[in-house]
């Protein structure tokens, strides 16, 4: 056993320290194992297939993510082909529908139709291109009563095989058929025009070539568009590559293919494509990222004992850090306590409490010896039932006396042991030391009023970070010292206060308060002593009114001024007539000037016995209120400052003369809401009490933050004389908050505002918009070639071009544009503030200026330069649409749009989902 003694003496405190460190015999053995070359390759290895691992593990993460992007690409891409086939028929419908009701209006009964309505329908053939061919079906549907082609009388669709739509029942949709006569398949289309009491007149029908139908001019795509019929459940046809086939070559579909239906039409697209996209993608994608990881494998191995040190001194910094941290915070609560705990008892256990909880000590008590030498426990928290049934004394020749505890209590010194078992304890401390895991003691002494008091123990059960935390574990015990010190100095001033007050209650002299020789306060004592019914009575009268014998008033107005002039006290005998019973009586008058607001002298009235009674209790109270330490300040009914203690002085920097006839409102700053100042207003106005978080300013300049509590003073007649005010300062919580709140709405790589800002901002944005009747507008923005920046340089480099290009786009927005990062090199920028007028330009001009923020290459460490670009798409409200998460879906598809086309489109941004917005299109609609 090795022991390593310090003696180190603290200040006037007299404290000797010692630290015993002991090195445990029974860890041979194991630092041999832990030495041994096998031990070391294997932590070599671990890393290494820790990694491995994570890389195949990471491997079949990106083939997932790719089979999902396919299976979103595929998703999206059938939904525009649906759109597109739905907008194709529907426009068909309209046009059908626009010549039926134009042939009520002129001819409502066609049969067969005049030469004028068919010279108008060759005429609307002519404009409309799209139509091969257009009939007049009787209300039947079963003959055809003209058509601008020659054929047979008879429909090729039977009236039965025709369905209406379902928001549109005049709308009547066939099934898909094979027609000689116009050489190809069709999907016949009517409308049924009825006059006003909903009977049919007759139908307008045309056939849609299929092939017309599913015409997508799109090629270098991997999808297969099938239309099928869902009521019939048939294929109608299929797209390829750019390629209609309507025939038997279809190729079958799959049955996990995805189903889009086509708006409310009884058609539906199923899309699917090669099985081995996903798989192509993820080879054609992965190969720069196989090297990379195949050289930190490499890599792994060649530096891996190094890491494995980095990491160990790393694990200890932190566990440093983390401790530490914990006893900061530990500290700082029983310092809170401290300051507001009056109880020793529930002082004691709180300290116990917090140490265990936030120190992370496995057991702390607190104790001190009786009259038989033995420890009681004051306080304990943590594994308490370590101390059941077990003894500590102080006795030296005693078994139970022999711990360090004792030897502490004994010779006034702090002992650290790191192993209990191997201290002079007696046999059962030893055993419970084991079963409870303690390896690690620090035994302290508590002072109070400079003598030796209690003793303080702390166990642990990791001796290495035990004797780290030496320091905190002194500082804990000078804490407990200073708080029972507190709780004393508390006692005694409660002791004071209450004696001081039952002494003026009980006062056997009068007291009275001057201004002018008019009396401004009374006690009811002195109105006993004078035969008034109240003590109310005598304020506003004169004191001349109370002489016997006028000679008394003249001799105290000539030696008042003089004496008080001087400082000096005024000491006089008088004969005074009592009010109620003309009583003649003596009283020794004892008085001195009084500056305060409202008085200007001060007089005892008591028996010559007494008359220093009534003078002592005014000035313990004065005492009382200066030694409070936070700031006080005495207002009377009119709300004037009458009083004002050291505190508020030494805090605010305004004396009692800088004070006199103002009020507390003066002392606000202009931070202060206005809530809380009509609260204020109306606790003065009512009486009431108040208490509110205010701005103060301070005489030096600034301001601080502090909490008012306000209660009114009253009379026995229950009128508010005085208000007494207590102000503390909390301006440090309010920056911890203010702090919190900032990192909630902020990115913290960026700094720019997060996701949550965003939906603030952005509703915000919505109702300015929707009450000014301006436009907004939402981009999503999305960086191009990024993710090779972080392949090539690492993610360390992202971050750099991240920020830079956070600063490059805040520099280059307008006042009132909005810029937040929502993940990963995604932005959103919301744009306001835009004429509806001169909207196309205005926007061309904002995002134009955007994209220098890219324009030029961001540098990195060692002189090394990247380029990126960007994409972006835009939505625009009200337009788009009229909500926040709508905008942001809208800009989120037409952002996947420009993406998509990125190496074939002429601008990095885009409006409109379906079909980009030109930009000389650009208006608010």
Avoid at 501 to 506: G, S, T, V
Avoid at 702 to 707: A, H, K, N, T
Wanted: charged content about 20%; some cysteine; overall charge neutral.
């Amino acid at each position: 056993m090795n022991y390593i003694v310090k003696d180190l003496f603290r200040g006037s405190l007299g404290i000797q320290l010692t630290v015993l460190k002991i090195s445990d015999p029974t860890l041979g053995p194991f630092a041999k194992i832990f030495a041994r070359p096998n031990y070391q390759s294997l932590l070599l290895a671990v890393p290494f297939l820790v990694l491995l691992i994570w890389v195949m593990a990471s491997e079949w993460t990106q083939y997932q993510d790719e089979v999902a992007t396919v299976k979103q690409n595929e998703y999206r891409a059938a939904t525009v082909y649906a759109d597109r086939i739905n907008t194709r028929l529907a426009t068909q419908f309209n046009e059908l529908e626009f010549i039926a009701v134009a042939l009520l209006e002129k001819e409502p009964h066609l049969n067969p139709p005049s030469p004028a309505t068919i010279a108008a329908l060759h005429r609307f053939m002519n404009i409309h291109r799209a139509f091969y061919v257009l009939n007049i079906q009787s209300a039947d549907g079963r003959q055809i009563l003209w058509s601008t082609q020659t054929q047979s009388a008879t429909p090729l669709a039977a009236p039965e095989t025709f369905t209406p739509l379902t928001n549109q029942p005049n709308f009547l949709l066939g099934t898909s058929k094979f027609a000689q006569r116009f050489n190809g398949y069709f999907i016949a289309m009517r409308y049924r025009a009825t006059d006003a009491q909903g009977q049919t007149q007759f139908f307008v029908g045309s056939p849609f070539r299929l092939s017309e139908l599913m015409a997508f001019d799109i090629h270098d795509t991997p999808w297969i568009f099938t239309l099928r019929d869902n009521r019939t459940g048939l294929v109608m046809g299929q797209w390829q590559q750019g390629k209609v086939t309507l025939d038997q070559t279809i190729a079958a579909v799959k049955a996990d293919a995805q189903k889009i239906p086509v708006g409310h039409l009884p058609l539906s697209i199923e899309v699917q494509c090669q099985d081995s996209l996903g798989w192509s993608n993820y080879i054609n994608n992965g190969r720069q990222r196989w090297v990379l990881e195949l050289s930190l494998l490499v890599l792994l191995a060649a530096i891996s004992i190094v890491s494995l040190n980095l990491l160990r001194a790393r694990d200890q910094a932190n566990r440093r850090l983390m401790l530490s941290g914990a006893f900061n915070r530990m500290i700082a609560e029983i310092n809170q306590v401290i300051a507001t705990c009056d109880d020793e008892t529930q002082l004691l256990q709180q300290l116990c409490a917090l140490g265990a909880l936030h120190g992370k000590l496995d057991l702390v008590w607190i104790g001190h010896p009786d009259d038989t030498g033995e420890f009681q426990f004051l306080a304990a928290a943590g594994k308490t039932d370590f101390l059941t049934g077990l003894t500590l004394s102080i006795n030296p020749d005693t078994p139970s006396g022999q711990g360090f505890c004792a030897q502490t209590w004994r010779e006034g010194r702090v002992i650290y042991s790191t192993d209990p078992k191997f201290s002079p304890f007696p046999a059962p401390w030893q055993t419970r030391a084991d079963q409870f895991g303690l390896k690690a003691l620090a035994s302290l002494p508590i002072q109070r009023n400079g003598e030796l008091w209690a003793i303080l123990a702390i166990y642990h059960h990791d001796p290495v970070a035990f004797l780290a935390l030496s320091t905190w574990f002194e500082e804990l015990a000078n804490d407990v010292s200073r708080g029972l010190s507190h709780i004393d100095l508390l006692q005694r001033e409660h002791h004071h206060l209450a004696l001081n007050r039952a002494i003026l209650d009980n006062s056997s002299g009068g007291i009275m308060l001057l201004k002018n020789r008019t009396i401004q306060f009374a006690n009811q004592r002195l109105a006993d002593m004078i035969g008034a019914p109240t003590a109310q009575a005598l304020i506003g009268t004169k004191t001349r009114d109370y002489y016997l014998n006028p000679a008394d008033q003249a001799y105290l107005l000539t030696l008042i001024p003089t004496a008080f002039a001087k400082g000096e006290q005024v000491r006089f005998e008088a004969q005074f007539k009592r009010i109620d019973n003309n009583e003649i009586r003596w009283f020794s008058l004892v008085g001195q000037p009084f500056n305060q607001p409202g008085f200007d002298e001060t007089w005892v009235v008591t028996d010559i016995t007494q008359y220093h009674h009534a003078l002592s209790q005014q000035q313990l109270l004065a005492s009382a209120l200066a030694a409070v330490q936070e700031d006080v300040a005495i207002t009377n009914a009119t709300q004037k400052i009458v009083y004002i203690n050291a505190a508020f002085t030494a805090h605010t920097g305004f004396t009692a003369a800088d004070m006199r006839g103002r009020t507390l409102e003066s002392l606000i700053h202009a931070q202060t809401p206005k809530t809380t100042l009509m609260r204020l207003k109306e606790a003065f106005d009512d009486g009431l009490v108040f208490q509110g978080e205010l701005a103060i300013n301070r005489k030096s300049g600034g301001e601080f933050w502090g909490l008012l509590t306000i209660n009114p003073v009253r009379d026995a007649n229950h009128k508010i004389t005085h208000f007494v005010s207590i102000l503390r300062d909390i301006t440090a919580i309010r920056q911890l908050n203010e702090r919190l709140e900032y990192q909630s709405l902020h990115d913290p790589l960026t700094h720019l505002p997060n996701r949550r800002a965003l939906e603030r901002e952005l509703a915000q944005r919505i109702n300015l918009a929707n009450r000014t009747q301006t436009p907004l507008v939402v981009g999503m923005l999305d960086l191009d070639d990024f993710k090779p920046v972080n392949d090539t340089w690492g993610h360390e480099a992202g971050d750099i071009l991240l920020r830079s290009l956070a600063e490059r786009l805040t520099m280059r927005l307008r006042e009132h544009d909005f810029l937040a990062r929502i993940g990963g090199d995604e932005f959103v920028i919301v744009i306001s503030h835009l004429e509806a007028h001169h909207f196309g330009d205005q926007l061309v001009r904002v995002l134009d200026r955007l994209h220098q923020a890219v324009e030029t290459p961001f540098n990195f460490a060692d002189g090394q330069q990247s380029s990126v670009g960007m994409s972006m798409g835009i939505a625009i409200y009200p337009q788009d649409a009229a909500d926040g998460d709508a905008l942001m879906r809208q800009a989120d598809a037409a952002l996947y749009q420009t993406k998509t086309h990125k190496k074939d489109r002429t601008v990095w941004w885009r409006h409109g989902v379906k079909t980009a917005t030109p930009l000389e299109d650009l208006t608010l609609k």
